[in-house]
């Protein structure tokens, strides 16, 4: 079974640029997660969707930070502008509805300079 | 907001000696999983337990949740170098939106 896919891997950014990830969830999970982690923190949960509709963003930066999935499957986080606080890595999860356990992609380790 | 508080932040233990790694939450929950992340990788799901249980074995992991204290332990017997991680206990809070909420996690280094 392929896992959740994330990309870029890495990615460097001046502040004030923008920036966009992609997941690809693993096939059938109705449920997305991005969760944002700071070096040294756990994860802290941006968004939750489920099929295209999102379910929880409440600790979404709504000013900068947006998130769509589009057809229910793929997704996409996006930062505009960046600032230097947003360097983290965007780890992107996904789950079957009702099933508690997550999975996890390789994250995107973001730096903003 | 993080909800869960892992004990200790940092543990260093031989191979073959136990690891205990202890969680605090807050709320009231549906259910608490830990989860395993090596170095600069994704998290992997270790083992979940359910708030209406008390322990629960997984090959060498044993989990422990006490509701009345919001806490748990995870117990790795015979530790190897392989286990070698930071460790996150992730709670799912009691009517939510099966989100889960992590703590700060245990960086368990285990020494050859």
């Known amino acids: ?113 | 907001s993080q909800q869960g508080e892992e004990d200790p932040q940092a543990l260093s233990i031989q191979e073959g000696e136990n690891a205990t790694m202890n969680c605090s939450y807050k709320t009231s929950i549906n259910n608490l999983q830990w989860y395993r992340q090596n170095s600069g990788r994704g998290l992997v799901h270790l083992i979940l337990i359910r708030s209406n249980e008390r322990e629960k074995h997984s090959g060498r992991l044993r989990v422990t949740l006490d509701t009345s204290k919001k806490s748990s332990s995870l117990l790795i017997t015979a530790s190897r170098a392989a286990d070698t991680a930071s460790y996150f206990c992730a709670t799912a809070p009691a009517g939510g939106s099966e989100k889960l909420v992590f703590g700060k996690g245990t960086k368990l280094t285990v020494n050859p």
């Open chain 1, 1 to 113: 079974e392929a896992g959740v896919a994330q990309s870029p891997r890495y990615k460097i950014i001046e502040k004030r640029q923008s920036v966009a990830f992609w997941c690809n969830p693993i096939s059938g999970h109705a449920t997305l997660y991005w969760y944002q982690q700071i070096l040294g923190q756990g994860p802290k949960l941006l968004i939750q969707f489920q099929n295209n509709g999102v379910v929880d963003d409440s600790q979404l930066p709504k000013d900068r930070f947006s998130a769509e999935r589009l057809k229910g499957v793929d997704s996409t986080l996006k930062i505009q502008p960046a600032k230097l606080e947003d360097s983290a890595v965007y780890l992107c999860a996904s789950s079957l509805v009702g099933q508690a356990e997550a999975f996890f992609g390789q994250g995107t380790r973001l730096t903003v300079v």
